[in-house]
């Protein structure tokens, strides 16, 4: 079984910076795929970002230029810096992974971002 732990949200002001690290732990052969997801309220979750184990990324439409993922292959953990950060970006963040050629099937607690105007 593998466990995602996300850390690092919080609250800042619109314009400001955050960054999120999630470390996966438990039965991990290799992570191909690692990712980041948001759920604002009311809205479903959608795709942030997503890197690859050969550290390719894509990104959504809406966080293109601010955000930023990364990881660290050593320590199984999947950062996101946050910069430019806009109230709609107001969300609780999740990563996920596909582990050994699998989707994870269960999500971390997420971690809450917060942007005021």
């Known amino acids: 079984q593998v466990q995602l732990v996300e850390s690092g949200g919080g609250s800042v002001q619109a314009g400001g910076s955050l960054r999120l690290s999630c470390a996966a732990s438990g039965r991990i052969g290799s992570i191909n795929v690692m990712d980041w997801y948001r759920q604002a309220p009311g809205k479903q979750r959608e795709l942030v970002a997503k890197i690859t184990s050969g550290g390719s990324t894509d990104y959504a439409d809406s966080v293109k230029g601010r955000f930023t993922i990364s990881r660290d292959n050593a320590k199984n953990t999947v950062y996101l810096q946050m910069d430019s950060l806009k109230p709609e970006d107001t969300a609780v963040y999740y990563c996920?992974?596909?582990?050994?050629?699998?989707?994870?099937?269960?999500w971390g607690q997420g971690t809450q971002v917060t942007v005021s105007s």
């Open positions: 996920n992974a596909v582990v050994n050629g699998r989707r994870l099937g269960s």
